[in-house]
C-alpha cells in the first residue's frame, strides 16, 4: 500500500512539472540568414536612401509562419522581407523569437503604412498592421528609430 502512495504522489508531481513548463520551445539547428535579395529604404520628402539592407525573403505560408523565430541575433544590415499574396490587414506575434526587433508594415505601393517598435522577444501578444499591407520588414529593433524612419517613407527591394 505505501508503495502505491509513493507512485501516486510521484505522478502527480510529475504531472504538475509538466503543467508548469515554459511555453518557449527549444530547437538545437541553428537556422543562418541566407540573403535571397537587397532592400533600399528612401525618406519621402527627399527620396534619399536612407539605408540599405540585405533581406532574406519569406513569401511561403511556412516562411511566413516561422520568420525569424530560432534564431539569437541578426546583422545591422540585415532584414527579413514578408511578402503577400494580397493587400490585407496582418498581425504579427513574438512566439519563439529570441531577439528584439522593429517591424514595419508597408503597403502595396511600397510605402511605410505603420510600425511595431521594440517588439519583445518570446512575447505571443498581437502586433497589428493597423492598415492593409503587403509587405512587412523586421529589422533589429532601435534601427528605425536610429533612420528616422515615418509613415510614408518607402521601400525598394530586388530578389537575388
Not at 509513493?6 to 527549444?26: D, H, N, Q
Not at 530547437?27 to 536612407?50: H, N, P, R
Not at 522577444?121 to 528605425?144: D, Q, R, T, W
Request: net charge negative.
Amino acid at each position: 500500500m505505501r508503495n502505491i502512495f509513493i507512485l501516486v504522489c510521484i505522478s502527480f508531481f510529475m504531472f504538475l512539472a509538466c503543467k508548469t513548463e515554459s511555453k518557449r520551445e527549444i530547437k538545437t539547428e541553428t537556422i543562418a540568414f541566407k540573403k535571397e535579395g537587397d532592400l533600399s529604404i528612401f525618406k519621402q520628402d527627399t527620396d534619399s536612401i536612407v539605408s540599405n539592407f540585405d533581406i532574406e525573403i519569406a513569401d511561403t505560408e511556412y516562411e511566413t509562419q516561422t520568420g525569424l523565430m530560432y534564431r539569437s541575433s541578426m546583422e545591422k544590415n540585415q532584414g527579413m522581407l514578408f511578402i503577400f499574396p494580397e493587400e490585407a490587414m496582418h498581425s504579427f506575434y513574438m512566439k519563439n523569437t529570441e531577439f528584439p526587433l522593429d517591424i514595419i508594415y508597408i503597403d502595396a505601393n511600397q510605402k511605410i503604412a505603420s510600425f511595431q517598435k521594440n517588439a519583445e522577444p518570446f512575447n505571443e501578444n498581437s502586433l497589428p498592421s493597423n492598415a492593409p499591407v503587403k509587405y512587412v520588414l523586421e529589422i533589429n529593433a532601435g534601427l528605425s528609430d536610429q533612420m528616422g524612419l515615418q509613415v510614408g517613407d518607402s521601400i525598394s527591394f530586388t530578389r537575388n
